[in-house]
């Protein structure tokens, strides 16, 4: 099976003119299979992971540890920036209890 190989998408801060937190514009780089996962990632959008995953007949397993959004692994970035539904279907909301249930 082909690597995926890293992807990496431009982010630019916008500041707020309140003091709300910080807001991000997300810019693919390319049209990579990975380029548009990391996309769909930004608009927290299962549907269409799930609908890339399908088309591409990859697993999602294989995504979560090889695809990288701005140098991040895939889950991390989802919910190092708030994009909840996607976290959580890629199971960023797991790795801790995972974890900790290996260290007890």
């Not at 082909?2 to 998408?9: D, E, F």
């Not at 548009?36 to 540890?65: F, I, N, P």
């Amino acid at each position: 099976m082909k690597t995926l190989m890293s992807v990496m998408l431009g982010v630019f801060a916008v500041s707020a003119m309140s003091a709300q937190a910080e807001q991000y514009k997300f810019v693919g780089t390319d049209q990579s299979f990975e380029t548009k996962l990391c996309v769909a990632v930004t608009q927290d959008d299962v549907k269409e992971l799930k609908m890339l995953l399908q088309a591409k007949g990859e697993r999602l397993q294989v995504v979560r540890s090889a695809v990288r959004c701005n140098e991040m692994p895939i889950a991390d970035f989802a919910e190092q920036y708030g994009f909840i539904q996607v976290a959580r279907y890629l199971g960023a909301d797991k790795k801790d209890t995972v974890f900790a249930a290996l260290t007890e």
